[in-house]
């Protein structure tokens, strides 16, 4: 069966400190893996995407970049923190070349990133 | 563009009444709509779907939506609320550009004793 991994859980970091948040996916191949942040009272808003290796979609504009080094591999990053950078962030996975329509969304138990 | 509405960030009911959370869409183009759950400090978990067919769709955990073009709104019900229901929802349309969802705003539901 298919299982989704994000680490760390929780996190605290200071502001101008760097991030490195890893997902990884077992038990699927060439998977879209997409990078969502939930802050309080917005809802989830979709930062990145990616249908392949290398290839990675920017949704909004931010301090943040992703990167795809391996097919089931997706890392979310920043090199320097900003307090606004603080969400709950949610690593998500579906199969590709499935649309959306018929394949949902599974996600990850996400990561709680606290700048101070 | 396509987007969802949800009416009420937060919906308070007692044990064993009816759910009612509600979800308006705007779309161009006939939707793909989704329910999905969050439960505290976890990821999402989809709930049901609605993509072509029959407008009543049912779920897990009893829940079920309909899809109203009509109203454009795809309402989640559940008949009688339970303890374990406690969560957040959300509400969800597929963005055909991209292979993406975007989603609605939440709406956190608390059920008392």
């Known amino acids: 069966s298919q299982t989704i991994h994000q680490w760390p859980a929780t996190l605290v970091q200071p502001v101008g400190s760097p991030l490195s948040l890893e997902c990884t996916v077992e038990g699927t191949s060439n998977p879209n893996l997409y990078w969502y942040r939930q802050a309080a009272g917005r809802g989830l808003q979709l930062l990145f995407y990616?249908?392949?290796?290398?290839?990675i979609s920017s949704e909004v504009p931010q301090n943040l970049s992703a990167s795809r080094p391996q097919d089931r591999q997706f890392i979310l990053s920043s090199k320097k923190l900003l307090l606004s950078d603080s969400g709950f962030y949610l690593c998500?996975?579906?199969?590709?070349?499935?649309?959306?329509?018929?394949?949902?969304?599974?996600f990850g138990n996400g990561t709680r990133l606290t700048v101070t | 563009a396509q987007s969802v509405t949800q009416l009420g960030s937060h919906v308070s009911v007692s044990e064993g009444a009816l759910v009612l959370l509600r979800c308006n869409y705007s779309s161009s183009v006939p939707p793909y709509l989704f329910w999905y759950v969050q439960y505290p400090n976890q990821g999402l978990q989809l709930l049901l779907k609605?993509?072509?067919?029959?407008?009543l769709v049912k779920g897990i955990n009893g829940f079920e939506a309909e899809f109203k073009k009509s109203e454009t709104s795809f309402h989640l019900t559940k008949p009688s609320a339970h303890m374990s229901d406690a969560a957040e929802y959300f509400c969800a349309v597929f963005t055909g550009g991209g292979n993406k969802l975007t989603f609605g705003t939440g709406t956190q539901l608390k059920v008392e004793l």
């Open positions: 609605y993509t072509t067919g029959a407008t």
């Open positions: 990616s249908i392949g290796i290398g290839q």
């Open positions: 998500a996975w579906s199969n590709r070349g499935a649309r959306l329509s018929n394949s949902p969304l599974h």
